[in-house]
């Protein structure tokens, strides 16, 4: 064999091997990218009505929260300002405030509406309020609403009832609160004061 046979074979095995090693990588791509897909959408499918919930929830937080860091950015300070109240200036701002006359919709208007639309209100008042998520095991939870009032502290509210309400990490919300106890555990896991 002469020099250009031996250099013509080895480009032939060099080439060889390229091939099989590309076609390997596309093959392993091709399989991955199929079990990826196939696992991912099982998962998905396994997630349960709360996780699904929870993750759309979070979601919609961050959508929310970039809309108005972008809409800050885009038209700066408005001039609008808020303040914490008095306690009193707080109990007014209830007694005025007719979130709590709606009535409690499963799926249309729940917990979380009452805090918003009170939340919402009181800020359109001037007058700074909290969301508060509450998590209880189960993956479920309940919200209500806080006002740091500058004579009496954080003070949280039940907006559906317009109530000042306790909120301790281990106890039952509806037993530290006299409510009626809801059919599934409502033991407070931990809570959010969201701003």
């Known amino acids: 064999m002469d ?4 250099v013509a074979t080895a480009l032939g095995m060099f080439l060889a091997i390229v091939m099989l090693c590309y076609g390997s990588a596309y093959l392993s791509y091709v399989y991955g990218q ?11 499918q396994n997630l349960s009505h709360s996780q699904r919930q929870e993750a759309e929830k979070d979601a919609g937080y961050q959508a929310g929260y970039q809309a108005g860091y ?31 006359s709606k009535g409690y919709l499963e799926d249309e208007y729940v917990c979380t509406d009452f805090s918003v639309q009170v939340n919402n209100n009181a800020e359109a008042h001037g007058i700074r309020c909290a969301v508060v998520d509450i998590f209880y095991p189960e993956g479920y939870g309940h919200a209500i609403v806080a ?24 106890k039952s919300y509806s037993q530290i ?19």
Do not use: C
């Not at 020099?3 to 031996?6: G, I, L, V, Y």
């Not at 006002?147 to 281990?170: A, H, W, Y």
């Open 3 to 6: 020099n250009s046979q031996k």
């Open 34 to 44: 199929h079990n990826g897909y196939e696992t991912g959408y099982e998962a998905a």
């Open 147 to 170: 006002f740091e009032t500058m004579d009496r502290g954080l003070t949280f509210i039940e907006p559906q009832f317009d109530e000042e309400v306790s909120l301790v990490v281990g």
């Open 70 to 100: 972008e809409s800050g950015l885009r038209e700066g300070s408005s001039g609008y300002s808020i303040g914490n109240p008095t306690y009193q200036e707080m109990m007014e701002f209830l007694a005025q405030d007719t979130t709590n």
């Open 177 to 195: 609160n006299d409510y009626t106890p809801p059919p599934k555990d409502d033991t407070i896991r931990r809570f959010l004061v969201a701003w």
